[in-house]
């Protein structure tokens, strides 16, 4: 039985929600949890993404700001929605000032989603390649859960890169998925090695084309930089991965025309 989702998404909607709990990740990034007002059913696809409407700067002038959805669609919670949030500016640091500024008073913070046309969308039966860059990890985690919620036997390969030991904050959370599913591999990956790192280092796409040589039936889901995007593509199709099969924000917001001619 193919086990696809369907290509299209669900209609676009803004919805008054309250921020529940801020906790820390890890030094520097942040989990954010918001639930819809009332009883407002929020609708979207594993692998999209959000924007909150954010007075950061406290002068009247409300700012659009998009994240990844970290968790997927669950009907027994249809109003959660779980955001990472990185802490390494000054910028995202009065994001997350003034978000906690709202879970104190309980006033609502106005979110429009879904957004973004690289959800989840491909036959489960067929091998998956998911890879994430530093906080692409978030929209990973997300369809990760969706696929072992729908085809809890799918073969997926996750791989995720940082560029220090402590930013991987979601270490085990990948790790006890792969132990309870036979068919799904995590590997963690440090750009640069160190003494201080046990695993794998490089780039993704040398780690990934040293544990297969066959890609050409992969669906790949890539979160991360438009040049770790399309290098990682272009990198992997002596192993077989097709452009068309992959899926990525940036084919929507940095078009690889667009990169060409810059």
Same mark, same amino acid.
């Given at each position: 039985?193919?086990?696809?989702?369907?290509?299209?998404?669900?209609?676009?909607?803004?919805?008054?929600?309250?921020?529940?709990?801020?906790?820390?990740?890890?030094?520097?990034?942040? $989990?954010?949890? =918001? +639930?819809?007002?009332? *009883? #407002?059913?929020?609708?979207?696809?594993?692998?999209?993404?959000?924007?909150? %409407?954010?007075?950061?700067?406290?002068?009247?002038?409300?700012?659009?700001?998009?994240?990844?959805?970290?968790?997927?669609?669950?009907?027994?919670?249809?109003?959660?929605?779980?955001?990472?949030?990185?802490?390494?500016?000054?910028?995202?640091?009065?994001?997350?000032?003034?978000?906690?500024?709202?879970?104190?008073?309980?006033?609502?913070?106005?979110?429009?989603?879904?957004?973004?046309?690289?959800?989840?969308?491909?036959?489960?039966?067929?091998?998956?390649?998911?890879?994430?860059?530093?906080?692409?990890?978030?929209?990973?985690?997300?369809?990760? $859960?969706?696929? =072992? +919620?729908?085809?809890? *036997? #799918?073969?997926?390969?996750?791989?995720?890169?940082?560029?220090?030991?402590? %930013?991987?904050?979601?270490?085990?959370?990948?790790?006890?998925?792969?132990?309870?599913?036979?068919?799904?591999?995590?590997?963690?990956?440090?750009?640069?090695?160190?003494?201080?790192?046990?695993?794998?280092?490089?780039?993704?796409?040398?780690?990934?084309?040293?544990?297969?040589?066959?890609?050409?039936?992969?669906?790949?889901?890539?979160?991360?930089?438009?040049?770790?995007?399309?290098?990682?593509?272009?990198?992997?199709?002596?192993?077989?991965?097709?452009?068309?099969?992959?899926?990525?924000?940036?084919?929507?917001?940095?078009?690889?025309?667009?990169?060409?001619?810059?």
């Amino acid at each position: 039985m193919s086990t696809a989702f369907t290509g299209t998404s669900t209609p676009r909607a803004t919805y008054g929600c309250q921020v529940t709990n801020i906790s820390p990740l890890s030094a520097g990034t942040f $989990e954010v949890e =918001l +639930r819809s007002a009332g *009883d #407002a059913a929020l609708d979207y696809r594993a692998g999209q993404y959000l924007t909150l %409407e954010l007075d950061v700067n406290g002068d009247g002038q409300q700012q659009s700001l998009s994240y990844s959805i970290a968790n997927s669609f669950d009907r027994s919670a249809p109003r959660r929605l779980q955001l990472f949030i990185d802490n390494q500016t000054t910028f995202a640091g009065r994001v997350l000032a003034h978000l906690s500024r709202l879970s104190k008073s309980g006033a609502d913070l106005m979110v429009t989603l879904p957004m973004g046309r690289a959800f989840l969308q491909t036959d489960l039966q067929l091998p998956h390649l998911l890879v994430a860059a530093g906080s692409g990890i978030s929209k990973i985690k997300c369809l990760t $859960e969706q696929i =072992l +919620r729908q085809q809890p *036997d #799918a073969t997926v390969s996750i791989y995720w890169s940082n560029r220090r030991v402590d %930013e991987f904050y979601l270490l085990e959370w990948f790790r006890r998925r792969a132990d309870q599913h036979p068919n799904v591999s995590f590997t963690p990956i440090l750009e640069s090695p160190t003494s201080h790192w046990p695993g794998r280092s490089g780039y993704l796409y040398q780690v990934i084309g040293q544990d297969t040589d066959d890609l050409s039936n992969a669906q790949a889901y890539l979160c991360g930089s438009p040049q770790m995007v399309y290098g990682t593509i272009d990198q992997l199709q002596a192993r077989g991965l097709q452009e068309q099969n992959c899926y990525s924000d940036a084919f929507e917001y940095a078009p690889r025309k667009e990169r060409l001619a810059s």
